[in-house]
Nanobody
Framework: QVQLAESGGGLVQAGGSLRLSCAAS????????MGWFRQGPGTEREFVAA????????DYADSVMGRFTISRDNAKNTVDLQMDSLDLEEAAVYFCAAGWAVTIGREMYDYWGQGTQVTVSS
């Protein structure tokens, strides 16, 4: 069992940056691949980025490639998402999730946090 808690959301101007963090409970954190997803109003939850348990394998959605960076610290049981050059359309609730592989499919992640709101203003 893994419990996840996101933090770092808030209000940012378009073009600005924000860093999200996800803290995980449990002693097996390093065994899990970790993903970030987001869900805007009236939209489906979509994949943003994921990282393998050892941090070697990383994947990004095409829309965030080059602007977002996912990282993890297994000693601290945390996974972060650095978001730069944020666009208005990227306002959403951002969720972290734990699963067994780096994959874009949300059904492959077993554990989810409650989400953190990111608001982007013009």
């Amino acid at each position: 069992q893994v419990q996840l808690a996101e933090s770092g959301g808030g209000l940012v101007q378009a073009g600005g940056s924000l860093r999200l963090s996800c803290a995980a409970s449990g002693r097996t954190f390093s065994k899990y691949a970790m993903g970030w997803f987001r869900q805007g109003p009236g939209t489906e939850r979509e994949f943003v980025a994921a990282i393998s348990g050892n941090g070697v394998i990383i994947d990004y959605a095409d829309s965030v490639m080059g602007r977002f960076t996912i990282s993890r610290d297994n000693a601290k049981n945390t996974v972060d998402l650095q978001m730069d050059s944020l666009d208005l359309e990227e306002a959403a609730v951002y969720f972290c999730a734990a699963g067994w592989a780096v994959t874009i499919g949300r059904e492959m992640y077993d554990y989810w946090g409650q989400g953190t709101q990111v608001t982007v203003s013009s």
